[in-house]
């Protein structure tokens, strides 16, 4: 029976903190549309929300400083002719923002200098109208995203089945990744040369997005359900959540070099019915799952091609929409890792903090490393001529002591490229080899993986009951002595039944070296199972007078050891098991005596308390 180690983690006790509904963002109208979509987004400045608008789309923008309730009218961000349907943050500038809509039309808005929800009194809150129109696709824009290493470089799916990539500055899409059927999710990697998409098809495409066609294309969840992708930073590993085709949540791990299939298989979560959304954290290697109608946030942290369950933040109020802050914002000071944004009821937002509890006073620099800052790494035109790179990380310790952010140079920096998409995508493409090849090395496999890709929860008590009892089930007396040979872990060895020695014992002579094993097995047991057993009685050879036929026949055959008498072997194994009889005896009289013991205690118990409660 194996012991059950810990496993050492900084973010093992991790915890999700929520907050008072007077220091949340109350009093709002969230869009109530169907369509698959987190509903806000966040920056270390701002918060943004799909409106519950007439007359056309709008959002609301909301400064992070601005909390409890809200006015009832606030200035919008309106232009759209239809629903907003999603939303996102320009990386590099957190006073942009893009914005897709039901009238299949992408805007590009900025935030006002001194940007407030407050107006004076008699004075009307003044909408925002937008920077720039994307116009390009012919039906509903359902997701927009801004590339993570390049300035101003945004892409769009829309329910024309495809992916437009846009110059935002020059306003026109440069790239279009076709599509079968309506996106469901898309990613950017690190470097943002790479995009991985879901669509309703049930297909998961790995995109080197400059050549327009997927590197991969491969079969993602079976469910029917929507189903979310992030990419894991830097790691080359992409995690999904879906459904099966039992509609039970599911959480999927994936190879960029080999993904024909998650790695460890696909686990499975939970059978409630609402869409998983995944939020990686590349800082602290975590990933967030929230779903969507149930107010749970779980966290695992990814080690060694595996997601280990850390913990699981449980509230009593359903989320619609969740939107995770950027590392770069969140309070150092109270040892804040993430800070989460979920919509309760439709009318507020909870801000939720996820802590290491540490009792220090200083900045503390291993669960805090450096991080993405606001420069991006190239242009966008840099961008489409090929360049990639990860753009420069900051300090964090610096934006602790209140000071600007000093910046670290990213490892890599960016370089002219224009390979094959499978070359890129190849891990053999590190082996250099000087010779021309026509044919793209295939991807290399990972080796068969020992252990799933996934490490649940702690079992509970109750399972954990039911595995003791199993456990102590495996020493009982079986009926089939080749039972026994199911489970070759215990320490305990099998004793010889007597009617099996005795009938060894009256075998021919050519035999009698066998019940010499008898007495050995007979002795070991003896002195494991009982009290130490006088070596007269196993020594001392018993020759019976009534079987002349053994001693007859051991005369015509070579002279045995010592210890391989044939006979006496049957009345050592007698001896043994009257020996543990008799112990078995003693022990149940114990338990009897103690069993007395405790029901004369348990009467006397009786007796004082019916005392005290008479003089009482």
């Not at 669960?367 to 420069?392: C, N, R």
Request: contains cysteine; aromatic residues 8%.
């Amino acid at each position: 029976m194996s012991g059950r180690f810990v496993r050492s983690s900084k973010y093992r006790h991790v915890f999700g903190r929520p907050t008072r509904k007077e220091q949340c963002y109350d009093n709002l109208r969230i869009s109530k549309n169907a369509w698959d979509t987190n509903l806000v987004k966040a920056n270390p400045q701002y918060l943004a929300v799909n409106w519950e608008a007439s007359g056309g789309g709008a959002f609301a923008v909301i400064p992070l400083n601005e909390k409890g309730r809200l006015p009832e009218q606030l200035p919008l961000f309106r232009g759209h002719k239809a629903v907003v349907l999603d939303t996102d943050w320009n990386p590099f500038d957190d006073s942009l923002i893009a914005s897709g809509s039901d009238d299949g039309k992408a805007f590009v808005w900025r935030v006002p200098e001194d940007f407030t929800l407050r107006t004076e009194e008699g004075e009307d809150p003044k909408d925002v109208a937008p920077l720039k129109q994307l116009t390009g696709h012919s039906r509903k824009v359902g997701h927009v995203l801004f590339n993570p290493a390049a300035a101003n470089v945004l892409a769009t799916s829309s329910g024309d089945y495809t992916v437009k990539v846009w110059d935002v500055e020059a306003g026109s899409p440069h790239l279009t990744l076709k599509h079968t059927d309506i996106v469901q999710s898309l990613s950017w990697s690190a470097n943002g040369s790479l995009m991985v998409t879901t669509s309703r098809d049930k297909k998961l495409r790995i995109w080197d997005v400059r050549q327009e066609t997927p590197a991969h294309t491969v079969p993602g969840h079976a469910g029917a359900k929507n189903s979310r992708v992030t990419w894991m930073g830097e790691h080359g590993r992409i995690a999904t959540t879906g459904f099966s085709k039992m509609s039970d949540r599911q959480l999927g791990l994936w190879d960029l070099r080999d993904p024909k299939e998650p790695i460890g298989g696909f686990h499975v979560l939970d059978s409630i019915s609402g869409v998983c959304m995944p939020f990686w954290d590349e800082a602290t290697k975590c990933l967030y799952l929230a779903g969507k109608g149930d107010g749970n946030i779980r966290y695992f942290e990814y080690e060694h091609d595996r997601f280990e369950y850390l913990s699981e933040y449980k509230s009593a109020d359903p989320q619609r929409g969740v939107a995770f802050l950027p590392k770069r914002g969140v309070n150092m000071h109270e040892n804040e890792v993430m800070r989460a944004f979920k919509t309760v009821n439709d009318s507020y937002i909870e801000p939720v903090s996820f802590i290491v509890p540490r009792r220090a006073e200083v900045f503390q620099g291993d669960i805090y490393p450096p991080v993405v800052g606001t420069k991006p790494a190239m242009s966008a035109a840099e961008w489409f001529d090929g360049m990639e790179g990860l753009p420069p990380k900051i300090d964090l310790e610096s934006i602790y002591e209140g000071e600007e952010p000093t910046e670290i140079p990213a490892s890599s920096q960016p370089v002219s490229r224009v390979p094959s998409s499978s070359t890129m995508l190849s891990p053999s493409k590190q082996d250099s080899d000087p010779a021309p090849s026509n044919k793209a090395p295939e991807p290399i496999k990972e080796p068969a993986q020992s252990s799933p890709a996934f490490r649940g929860p702690p079992p509970s008590m109750k399972e954990q009951t039911s595995s003791i009892a199993n456990l102590a089930s495996r020493y009982d007396d079986k009926a089939d002595p080749s039972s026994s040979d199911d489970n070759d872990s215990s320490s305990f060895e099998e004793v010889p039944k007597p009617i099996e020695r005795q009938h060894m014992a009256a075998k021919p002579p050519a035999a009698t070296e066998k019940p010499a094993a008898g007495i050995t097995e007979a002795a070991a047991i003896t002195r494991k199972l009982t009290s130490p057993v006088s070596p007269t009685k196993l020594a001392a050879p018993v020759v019976s007078p009534s079987k002349p036929a053994s001693s007859s026949s051991s005369s015509s055959h070579p002279p045995p050891a010592p210890a391989a008498t044939s006979f006496p072997g049957a009345a050592s194994d007698q001896v043994t098991l009257q020996d543990i009889k008799a112990l078995l005896e003693s022990q149940s009289r114990t338990i009897s005596g103690q069993s007395e013991k405790i029901a004369r205690l348990t009467a006397e118990v009786d007796r004082l308390k019916t005392t005290i409660g008479e003089r009482m």
